[in-house]
């Protein structure tokens, strides 16, 4: 949803319900949206041309930030193919309602790939490797939920480390919703050229057995529009794919997103009420971070 920056300050003044997450009506403070329209500019952060794909739809553009930080060889092979044209032209040839649409596949039917060799798994990483994991909570599913720069990511608990013979505590993505990974075969090494999007929540099934690698930061309105099957009917093709330095200036998108490591996030979460006084996360998939498009905040 967007809505000009004039219009939310007047709105949340109204305490009319804008953002996904409305304040709940017996707290005291300031709304989600008040909180986003008097964020100090440091609190927002721009996107790195060089780690930003911009995938055409045939119902949009989607924005997608890259993560070299936790899959460096994914998404480095990502760009290798995006630099090449690839996958340009090519089909989402398998879509599930609530799960994913697949990609990247030049015969279309889920057994090819390019002609590089597979990719090492990446899955999670310890956590002395990770620096800005922001711990938000806990939720149903694991001890620590955060973020890493507005990714969402899931955590075990430091205090396992002297417990395991390899002392090491896994960071791991979390498939959410606007999620981009990795699709293989069964061989965890065998990833390729193909990936998947997600359109629904699939934690159980993925996390910690695919590489996630990026995520939708703006434009997921856009794959709401890909054809659903397996395989799709009309199917829905990628019709171009560049990474952000190689798009003209002029026609790169103007996207700010909120720090998730900023008082001003922890205060919107607050707000939101997403996260309770116990630091129970109700549910991270249902949490969006917050961006300004052309000074347009979404939420």
Same mark, same amino acid.
């Given at each position: 949803m967007r809505i000009l920056v004039s219009i939310v300050a007047a709105a949340a003044l109204l305490g009319a319900p804008i953002f996904a997450f409305a304040k709940d009506k017996d707290k005291v403070g300031p709304t989600p949206a008040e909180i986003l329209v008097n964020a100090p500019d440091d609190a927002w952060r721009p996107l790195d041309p060089e780690n930003t794909l911009y995938m055409n739809l045939p119902a949009g553009m989607v924005v997608i930030e890259l993560r070299p930080d936790f899959a460096p060889g994914h998404t480095q092979r990502i760009k290798e193919l995006a630099r090449e044209g690839f996958y340009d032209g090519l089909y989402f040839h398998r879509v599930i309602e609530g799960f994913m649409a697949q990609g990247g596949d030049p015969k279309g039917d889920g057994t090819g790939g390019s002609d590089k060799p597979n990719l090492q798994a990446e899955f999670f990483r310890d956590s002395k490797e990770v620096d800005d994991f922001v711990e938000i909570g806990r939720d149903r599913m694991a001890p620590r939920i955060g973020y890493i720069d507005g990714m969402p990511f899931?955590?075990?608990?430091?205090?396992? /480390?002297?417990?395991?013979?390899? /002392?090491? #505590?896994? #960071?791991?993505? #979390?498939?959410?919703?606007? #999620?981009?990974?990795?699709? /293989?075969?069964?061989?965890? @090494?065998?990833? @390729?050229?193909?990936?998947?999007?997600?359109?629904?929540?699939?934690?159980? @099934?993925?996390? /910690?057995r695919y590489t996630a690698w990026g995520w939708i930061v703006d434009g997921f309105e856009a794959t709401r529009r890909i054809e659903r099957g397996e395989p799709p009917k009309r199917p829905t093709p990628m019709i171009r794919i560049r990474v952000g330095t190689d798009v003209p200036e002029k026609e790169r998108a103007s996207i700010m997103i909120l720090r998730t490591a900023s008082e001003t996030f922890k205060e919107y979460l607050k707000a939101t009420g997403e996260v309770d006084e116990t630091g129970y996360v109700r549910e991270i998939c249902n949490i969006r971070v917050p961006i300004k498009v052309d000074g347009v905040i979404e939420g």
């Amino acid at each position: 949803m967007r809505i000009l920056v004039s219009i939310v300050a007047a709105a949340a003044l109204l305490g009319a319900p804008i953002f996904a997450f409305a304040k709940d009506k017996d707290k005291v403070g300031p709304t989600p949206a008040e909180i986003l329209v008097n964020a100090p500019d440091d609190a927002w952060r721009p996107l790195d041309p060089e780690n930003t794909l911009y995938m055409n739809l045939p119902a949009g553009m989607v924005v997608i930030e890259l993560r070299p930080d936790f899959a460096p060889g994914h998404t480095q092979r990502i760009k290798e193919l995006a630099r090449e044209g690839f996958y340009d032209g090519l089909y989402f040839h398998r879509v599930i309602e609530g799960f994913m649409a697949q990609g990247g596949d030049p015969k279309g039917d889920g057994t090819g790939g390019s002609d590089k060799p597979n990719l090492q798994a990446e899955f999670f990483r310890d956590s002395k490797e990770v620096d800005d994991f922001v711990e938000i909570g806990r939720d149903r599913m694991a001890p620590r939920i955060g973020y890493i720069d507005g990714m969402p990511f899931a955590a075990q608990p430091e205090a396992l /480390r002297t417990f395991k013979t390899d /002392r090491s #505590v896994a #960071v791991w993505p #979390v498939h959410c919703p606007g #999620v981009m990974s990795m699709a /293989r075969a069964g061989d965890p @090494n065998s990833a @390729n050229s193909q990936f998947f999007l997600m359109i629904g929540d699939s934690r159980v @099934n993925l996390d /910690r057995r695919y590489t996630a690698w990026g995520w939708i930061v703006d434009g997921f309105e856009a794959t709401r529009r890909i054809e659903r099957g397996e395989p799709p009917k009309r199917p829905t093709p990628m019709i171009r794919i560049r990474v952000g330095t190689d798009v003209p200036e002029k026609e790169r998108a103007s996207i700010m997103i909120l720090r998730t490591a900023s008082e001003t996030f922890k205060e919107y979460l607050k707000a939101t009420g997403e996260v309770d006084e116990t630091g129970y996360v109700r549910e991270i998939c249902n949490i969006r971070v917050p961006i300004k498009v052309d000074g347009v905040i979404e939420g």
